[in-house]
């Protein structure tokens, strides 16, 4: 299994919702990723999570708060988000920090 | 300066023609990847090329680290190879995947 899989592909929400993204991988991965873009930009990073742990937090509003309850899974809880907040949300990871990275399809978020 | 840079930024084809993409990159950046992002957003794996050659059907690529550049090259290009192509590269500095600014390819039918 090479995939990182991610849920929900779209979502709506209000700036008063408290929503998550999760991401999934089985490729025994312990570095994982989110990173966000906006149209026609590269991708940013937000957070890095190694063995589970933070390891790099991008400046990001205190309205993303990250998550890695195991070694498969990694969440991004999101609340009182703003309009300008709307983007596509990547997840990726690797099998190391330093190492090539996979990234899964996105989420895609409109805040309202 | 500039970490990892793109050429060119938009790039419009007929149906199997060839084409190169390159990408430059400082001396604190290594271990090159190259990313197609269809139009659903997905960002696909096609390289992961530190150094040297490889290829992988109609795609191949060469990255010369001491020159340090990297070439993507399309041959008989399809429909379905229209996106944004990304290449991306290591910071030693941060640890931090840094990208280019991305090529736009249309390939018309």
């Known amino acids: 299994d090479t995939e990182v899989t991610q849920t929900p592909k779209h979502l709506v929400m209000g700036m008063t919702n408290k929503k998550s993204l999760k991401c999934e991988q089985h490729m025994g991965h312990r570095a994982m990723y989110w990173y966000k873009q906006k149209a026609k930009k590269p991708p940013e990073l937000m957070f890095v999570?190694?063995?589970?742990?933070?390891?790099i937090n991008e400046s990001v509003p205190s309205r993303f708060s990250p998550e890695c309850p195991n070694s498969s899974l990694l969440n991004l809880h999101l609340h009182a988000l703003q309009p300008e907040d709307s983007a596509l949300y990547l997840c990726?990871?690797?099998?190391?920090?330093?190492?090539?990275?996979?990234f899964g399809p996105g989420t895609r978020l409109t805040v309202l | 300066g500039i970490q990892v840079e793109q050429s060119p930024p938009d790039l419009i084809l007929q149906e199997g023609a060839n084409s190169t993409l390159r990408c430059n990159f400082s001396?604190?950046?290594?271990?090159l990847q190259w990313f197609h992002q269809n139009p659903w957003g997905q960002l696909i794996n096609l390289f992961y090329i530190p150094s040297g050659t490889k290829q992988n059907g109609r795609l191949s690529a060469t990255t010369v680290a001491t020159e340090r550049y990297s070439l993507l090259y399309i041959s008989s290009s399809q429909t379905t190879d229209s996106g944004v192509y990304f290449c991306?590269?290591?910071?030693?500095?941060?640890?931090?995947?840094?990208f280019g600014q991305g090529t736009t390819l249309q390939v018309k039918p």
């Open positions: 991306a590269g290591l910071s030693s500095n941060t640890g931090k995947l840094i």
């Open positions: 001396d604190s950046v290594n271990n």
């Open positions: 990726a990871s690797s099998i190391r920090d330093t190492y090539e990275q996979f």
């Open positions: 999570y190694s063995y589970e742990k933070l390891s």
